[in-house]
């Protein structure tokens, strides 16, 4: 009988195995995909972001944020890369905190922790689906492939169902049910954001990238992120809406749109545009409003600025004769109001929020309560973190605790 049986060859699943496996216990890994680590290999565009220098608890999200405290409690950024160092993956520090392996490859990120299993001479079985698990006479029975199997200890690190293209799938999820755990609900999060504008309107501004202020405006709050906005013809997406996202998401469950107001212009305030804008007008000239605008913003942009206003028949001299024409204009780059009233789903989706309830797992060990034996990491668990690292790096740190407890 196997040790210790891990499903899933992703993030927290190979790290649980080296760590276990360094501790002299006889580890199996069974993947469903035909290669380990297969999202791994798509993070950060291919460079990996593996983690982040400041895990704050705010870039974190679950229903019980007691259990982020506990499992980060002793394990910071240092205890990640003293464990990269182990495997000889060296990594670099970036802006924002962001780390990234210093050979800017997920690819040496995969290898590196592959070799290392091969050296511990941990088995991994790819092209393995995991059907069914159970627990019975003291020990775990699974079938895959048609093989029936016993362990002594079962982890379940598969993850969620983002980006099922990658081999997202909810079976852990379907796993720890069985074995009485409560299941938090999902959405998507780190996700692009869909619009109910009429196509046409949408397929104008589409392929337009700029760097924004996005605002979303809450009950409880503004929300503010800077970075670029994607003008698409579903939507919104970028790295400014992936990061608001979350928060989109969370006021849609109550409310059927969202309204996000895009600063077209960040770096300037509304007096240095105003002022901009009013030096360039020419009384005496008869050049259509449009053609003055390309001189400082993006061309597909600016009948959707023009028309809600009623000023895409003007010209630069109508607007310099009477400049209380230009205020709305300045007012529309600085505060684009864009509807929202969805998400492109699990497909375009980094992340899946929700997943098994933490107050059922013991954040030390990550063992459940519901079955003794049983061990949960990584994204399968109901936390998920901001984009900078934040996920990957949970998924080492539940690796970490989970391979020193097995
Ligand atoms: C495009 C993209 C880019 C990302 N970029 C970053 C980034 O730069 N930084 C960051 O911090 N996070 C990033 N993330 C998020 C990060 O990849 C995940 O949070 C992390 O991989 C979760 O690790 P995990 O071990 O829980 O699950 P996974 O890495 O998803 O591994 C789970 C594994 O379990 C396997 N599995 C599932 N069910 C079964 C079964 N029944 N039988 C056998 N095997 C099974 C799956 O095939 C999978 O290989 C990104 C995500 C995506 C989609």
Redesign the pocket.
């Known amino acids: 009988m196997t040790d210790v049986v891990i499903?899933?060859?992703?993030?927290?699943?190979?790290v649980t195995a080296i760590v276990a496996g360094r501790r002299g216990k006889k580890v199996l890994i069974?993947?469903?995909?035909n290669k380990?680590?297969?999202?791994?290999l798509?993070?950060?565009?291919g460079?990996?972001?593996?983690?982040?220098q400041r895990p704050t608890l705010e870039r974190f999200y679950s229903h019980n944020p007691k259990f982020i405290a506990q499992v980060f409690e002793g394990y910071g950024y240092q205890d990640i890369k003293q464990f990269f160092k182990s495997i000889g993956l060296e990594l670099i520090e970036a802006k924002e905190g962001k780390v990234f392996p210093m050979s800017l490859q997920?690819s040496s990120v995969v290898e590196l922790l592959i070799s290392e299993c091969e050296q511990l001479g941990i088995k991994i079985i790819c092209d393995?689906?995991?059907?069914k698990v159970s627990f019975r006479d003291n020990s775990f029975s699974l079938e895959?492939n048609d093989i029936n199997m016993k362990s002594k200890k079962l982890v379940l690190?598969?993850?969620?169902c983002?980006?099922p293209q990658?081999?997202?799938?909810m079976?852990?999820i379907g796993?720890a049910r069985s074995f009485g755990h409560n299941i938090i609900k999902d959405f998507p999060t780190?996700v692009q954001l869909t619009s109910p504008f009429k196509e046409q309107y949408l397929s104008r501004m589409a392929g337009v990238k700029v760097e924004s202020r996005v605002t979303l405006n809450t009950k409880s709050g503004t929300i503010q992120k800077q970075g670029d906005v994607l003008f698409t013809n579903y939507g919104l997406s970028g790295l400014a809406i992936l990061d608001i996202s979350r928060k989109v998401m969370e006021e849609l469950k109550s409310t059927p749109e969202v309204t996000l107001e895009i600063d077209l212009m960040p770096k300037m305030s509304i007096e240095q545009l105003h002022s901009m804008m009013k030096k360039s007008l020419l009384k005496k000239s008869l050049k259509p409003l449009e053609i003055w605008m390309q001189g400082f913003i993006n061309k597909k942009l600016i009948l959707p600025i023009l028309e809600p206003l009623k000023l895409e028949d003007e010209t630069i001299g109508s607007i310099a004769s009477n400049l209380e024409k230009l205020e709305p204009i300045v007012s529309k780059i600085k505060c684009f109001s864009f509807k929202i009233n969805g998400n492109k789903g699990y497909k375009g989706?980094?992340?899946a929020t929700g997943g098994i309830d933490t107050k059922e797992v013991e954040a030390h060990s990550m063992e459940s309560k519901k079955q003794k034996g049983l061990y949960l990491?990584?994204?399968?668990?109901d936390v998920?973190?901001d984009?900078?690292?934040?996920?990957?790096?949970?998924?080492w740190v539940?690796?970490l605790r989970a391979g020193e407890a097995l």
């Open positions: 499903i899933g060859a992703g993030a927290s699943g190979l069974l993947e469903k995909n380990v680590g297969k999202k791994l798509a993070t950060g565009n460079k990996c972001n593996i983690g982040n997920a393995a689906k995991v059907k895959y690190a598969t993850g969620h983002s980006a990658l081999g997202g799938v079976d852990g796993f780190l989706a980094e992340v990491v990584g994204e399968v668990l998920d973190g984009r900078g690292g934040f996920n990957l790096h949970l998924a539940c690796g």
